[in-house]
């Protein structure tokens, strides 16, 4: 018997609640592991200050200026990313009757089949979002990176980390940092491992801006999710003390929280959460979330999301990136 299906599309606002708990699925935003930025439309700005003061002897004549006011405005537009997906409602059917629903505000949706078959791909979305935000790199930025030379410190690192990056249609943050390379640099001496990790964690916070130990917000260390399992490791050898501290579930290197996000092995940044923003707009019309049928005569169907993402660095010279 032939299904009887009536194709359902949210957009606008009304896809706000929902791309947004799409998003939130991945640990980057569902822990708050950055700023979300999610009123994001076409061109942006986003400004970053700069100033120096400077204190002076007081004088009764006309004074000297002296220290700098620097403003620099970029302009973000995110890029519009699609998820596309075709599947046969009938390798669905043992699923469709659990009653047993996630929670989520995909649960909306109109029919249980289509809340069923929304938060089966939903975290696969947002994880595929995830690593693009931090590890993805755009073709055209990869070029610029492969044609570094030894002007560029630590070139041949950044040509390696881009040739084996994830292939975006947006420069995450790691690409960013490596396209503006003002940052503070630790160049990696090795491949990280549970035996020398804590050697390449002490030059990593050595060679960190000494600025952000005293910033407003403490300061956090993103690295790849295969060094908690090191760190494990490292610390269930160590002799005396663990040299990575644990605490409610999270480790700390030297007081600063790790973050475990899908970067790049042997890729790490330590930066303020404040700084590293995911730029999105949920209420945008270019959003939407359609299932319905391939073709009237056909019974299997399509799931499609649309959405706009991109990443942000404010302050890139007070990052550390370790590659």
Known sequence: MA???SPTTINGKASEPIMGELFFTNRTLGDSFVSFEDKVKNNTIFTEMDNTVTLQAYVATAPSTQGTIGLTDTLITPVKIMSYHEFNPETLRP???NQDMKSGAWNNLSTEFEQKVLSNFASQISTAAEVGFWDGVKSASNTVIQ???STVTNYQNFQAWSTA???SLFDGVVAKLILDHTCHQVVATASVTSTN????????YAGMDSLLTDAFESPVIFAPKSHKQFININNANATYRN???ENGGKLYYNGLEIRFVPIQED???ISLPSYIKWCTDLESDFNYISIDKIANNREDMFLKVVFTLDSFHTNKKNATLYI
């Open 267 to 269: 890729t790490m940044v």
């Open 165 to 167: 990056a994830t292939v």
């Open 197 to 204: 990790i804590a050697t390449e964690y002490g030059r990593l």
């Open 243 to 245: 040299i990575f501290a």
């Open 147 to 149: 044609a570094y030379t």
């Open 95 to 97: 699923s469709r009757f």
């Open 3 to 5: 299904i009887s299906y």
